[in-house]
């Protein structure tokens, strides 16, 4: 059983920067893929980022590359989401989640635990 809690989202004018973190408990964060999702209020759910259980690769929506890096610490069993360059439409709520052994995967049905979301709200 993995447990994910996200913290270091809030208000930001368009233009500036938030770092999200992701803290997971147990002894085998080393062991899972680790991706970024987000959802804004009456859309679905859309993949923003993700890293290998090895951390060797990453994968970015289109939306946010070269804008968004994924990275992980595995010292710390932290997952992180650097966002700059933030534009209202990143407006959403931002979960991570976890899957034991993938890679780079956008799709969301790989991963089997999610954390409860940390809210980002980018003003125009």
């Known amino acids: 059983q993995v447990q994910l809690v996200e913290s270091g989202g809030g208000l930001v004018q368009a233009g500036g920067s938030l770092r999200l973190s992701c803290a997971a408990s147990?002894?085998?964060?080393?062991?899972?893929?680790l991706g970024w999702f987000r959802q804004a209020p009456g859309k679905e759910r859309e993949f923003v980022a993700a890293i290998s259980w090895s951390g060797g690769t990453t994968n970015y929506a289109d939306s946010v590359k070269g804008r968004f890096t994924i990275s992980r610490d595995n010292a710390k069993n932290t997952v992180y989401l650097q966002m700059n360059s933030l534009k209202p439409e990143d407006t959403a709520v931002y979960h991570c989640?976890?899957?034991?052994?993938?890679?780079?995967?956008?799709?969301?049905?790989?991963?089997?635990?999610w954390g409860q979301g940390t809210q980002v709200t980018v003003s125009s």
């Open positions: 147990g002894r085998t964060f080393s062991r899972y893929g």
């Open positions: 989640a976890a899957g034991r052994y993938i890679g780079s995967t956008s799709r969301g049905s790989e991963y089997d635990y």
